[in-house]
């Protein structure tokens, strides 16, 4: 089994920075893609940025320029550095993970774990 556990949300006045963390820990083979979603309320939860084993990203139109997504692979974490926040940027985020765990006797498939989500709120 697979946990994420993840922190630094919080309020802050629009302009301001947050850095979120998530961390992975228990069984596992390889990390794939890391990413971060966000979800509003009354709205879908959206994908915010990504960042695959290689390093690369990718982000939402919305806060490109303003959002820096990055990991640790030694610390099985990712991270959202998140400049100029806007009051629209309020949302509970949430750290998606794609694990690779054992399949069959000699292959591997990945999964995909969520964390329980942290509260953004940026006041105007």
């Known amino acids: 089994q697979v946990q994420l556990v993840e922190s630094g949300g919080g309020l802050v006045q629009a302009g301001g920075s947050l850095r979120l963390s998530c961390a992975a820990s228990?069984?596992?083979?390889?990390?794939?893609?890391m990413g971060w979603f966000r979800q509003a309320p009354g709205k879908q939860r959206e994908l915010v940025a990504v960042?695959?084993?290689?390093?690369?990203?990718n982000y939402t139109d919305s806060v490109k320029g303003r959002f820096t997504i990055s990991r640790d692979n030694a610390k099985n974490t990712v991270y959202l550095q998140m400049n100029s926040l806007k009051p629209e940027d309020t949302a509970v985020y949430y750290c998606?993970?794609?694990?690779?765990?054992?399949?069959?006797?000699?292959?591997?498939?990945?999964?995909?774990?969520w964390g329980q989500g942290t509260q953004v709120t940026v006041s105007s």
């Open positions: 998606k993970v794609e694990v690779n765990a054992p399949y069959g006797s000699m292959w591997y498939r990945p999964f995909d774990y």
């Open positions: 960042i695959t084993s290689g390093g690369s990203t």
């Open positions: 228990g069984t596992i083979f390889g990390i794939n893609a």
